[in-house]
């Protein structure tokens, strides 16, 4: 239902241009997709340019068939695509229930805000009114942005690093959101991680480092070469071993 | 009392009302006395020197609210009064004030406020102040409040002002003085559009043993208008001083941020906090992926900035 199509994107540094992505094909029909690779590999830039947030330097990007490469962020969210930041915006003012009404785009009673809060382990009666500011824990605002992304209900949304920051007892309770997730939804979700647990559960799992597509394949297929560390993947060994 | 829909617009902007309200209240009309009522507990009483009202609250009231808004409705009026608030120790009350002008005219329509506050031992004030402005004339609409406050010891006082909509020109002026643990706590909105100019200036002496004020103020300035925050500190105690100006700028607005601490004593805490500039890319952006277009994401983020 995605495709990326020889998608680069170089950024300006010092006058010269800093190649991130290379030449990037890629078709998504799975429900579940796990992206990982070592840190600073380009998986976030690649979630950037799907969502408009960054436009590709070339390449063109295609949902169910339609070319969205020159839609913006709005027309991509209406389409159906929708983006949990790995690092989540804070605001003045606005509430978690603000969000998460903003999300769903409708009105919803409290029993359904408290469905999306409980699902990712928060209290709603705590938190529903809270201002999703700087006074939030990181784990905090990383899950509300779980919640609001859940509230989209989009046909392919993509989570960068959901678990980061997020406790260890909860890890369990994020992994049945997920799961169950991928069951009932009617389209994807494209996750980024570096958590065995995550790419565990994935259909499929695609390494990217240096801005490249460097193994593409079914959890049997690349998890044992991931652990033994086969790739140039010593960002993710030293994480895995933490 | 017999108000029109004009007057009764304004008065719901400026004060929530939706009638005559229920406890003391006094409300001025173009300049003249409209209509006022008493409590056993709380006095109205006319000025004889100059123009205005005083208002005594007998020590020990709790629970009670006193409304006292100004409306003008007439082009080329120039509305000075002079208010003095007595509130008796220990005394626990409300006060609702605000100016709202319709200037349907093209002459100037201004309304200076002069708010005197004597503040008794232990006492506890909420003070609401709001502004406002409409009408189609062409005339300015111009408020220039000015607050002086005094406030005894373990007193309190809790000052909310807004300004949103349509007042071309604002100075605003609030001085206090805090005996030992009093506490004065400033909560300041404004938005500016147009070409419109508003001016605050704060200064603040704490003079008594712990004593302590926080002063907050967050503000938008739009178009072309500019806004200018003074904010004076004078810690000459053992005491606590915090400002805060938390301005965001669209268009071609500006604001300017003018803070000054004075510590006088070695035991005086003072804080100053400044952030000013455009809405940040990130939040529109976030608000953008949840569908919101470019405009409907501003406006989220301002409405619940002014919130
Ligand atoms: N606008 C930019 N200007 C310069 N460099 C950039 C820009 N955007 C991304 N980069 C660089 O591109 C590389 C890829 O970044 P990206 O955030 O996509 O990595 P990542 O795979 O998500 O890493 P991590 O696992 O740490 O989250 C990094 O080296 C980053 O510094
Ligand atoms: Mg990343």
Partial sequence: MLELRNISFSAEEDGS???????????????FIAFTGPNGGGKSTLARIIMGIVKPTSGRIFFDGQDITDLSITERAN?????????????KGIT???????????????????????????????????????????????????????????????????????????????ITVFERLSKKTAGSILIISHQ??????????????????????????????????????RALEKKEEA | MELNQTKMNLLR??????????????????????GRNTTAN????????????????????????????????ETGLN??????FFIGDDADVVIVAGCGIHNAGGLKSEHDGIHAFHIGKNAKVLYVEKHYGEGEGTGERILNPTTLIEIDEGGSMTMESAQIKGVDSTDRVTKATLKARATLIVREKI??????????????????????????????????????????????????????????????????????????????????????????????????????????????IVNGFLK
């Fill in chain 1, 196 to 233: 065995e647990r995550i790419l565990n559960i994935a259909d499929r799992i695609v390494v990217i480092s240096g801005g490249r597509i460097v193994k593409d394949g079914t959890k049997d297929e690349i998890l044992p070469d991931l652990m033994t560390g086969s790739f140039a993947c």
């Fill in chain 1, 17 to 31: 241009g800093k190649e991130i992505l290379k030449d990037v094909n890629l078709k998504m029909d799975e429900r």
């Fill in chain 2, 42 to 73: 709380i006095d109205i009483v006319t000025k004889t020197d100059k123009p205005g009202i005083d208002i005594i609250v007998k020590p020990g009231t709790k629970g009670e609210r006193v409304d006292i808004p100004v409306i003008l409705t």
């Fill in chain 2, 191 to 300: 938005m500016t559009h147009g070409k419109q100019f508003a001016k605050t200036d704060f200064h603040v002496v704490l003079e008594g043993e712990d004593s302590g004020a926080h002063l907050i103020s967050r503000s938008i300035a739009k178009d072309e208008s500019h806004q200018h925050f003074v904010s004076c500190v004078d810690g000459n105690n053992r005491s606590s001083g915090h400002t805060e100006c938390d301005a965001i700028i669209m268009g071609s607005g500006t604001v300017t941020a003018e803070p000054r601490l004075n510590a006088n004593h070695i035991e005086a805490s003072l804080i100053h906090e400044a952030a000013i500039g455009k809405i940040a890319g990130e939040q529109l952006i976030k608000l953008m992926t949840l569908g919101l277009t470019e405009k409907e994401a501003e406006e989220q």
């Fill in chain 1, 96 to 174: 978690v229930s603000d969000l998460i009404h903003l999300a769903a785009g409708k009105k919803l009673s409290f029993g359904e805000v408290c469905e999306y809060l409980s699902e990712v382990g928060l209290c709603a009666r705590e938190y529903v009114n809270r201002e999703v500011n700087a006074s939030l824990s990181g784990g905090e605002l990383k899950r509300i942005e779980i919640a609001v992304t859940l509230a989209r209900g989009s046909r392919f949304t993509v989570f960068d690093e959901p678990e980061a920051g997020i406790d260890l007892w909860s890890f369990n309770s994020l």
């Fill in chain 1, 79 to 91: 389409l159906g695509i929708s983006f949990a930041f790995q690092q989540p915006v804070k605001f």
């Fill in chain 2, 13 to 34: 902007e400026i004060a929530g009302l939706e009638a005559v309200p229920q406890g003391a209240y006094n409300i001025r009309d173009n300049g003249k006395l409209a």
């Fill in chain 2, 79 to 84: 509305d000075l009064v002079y208010n003095d």
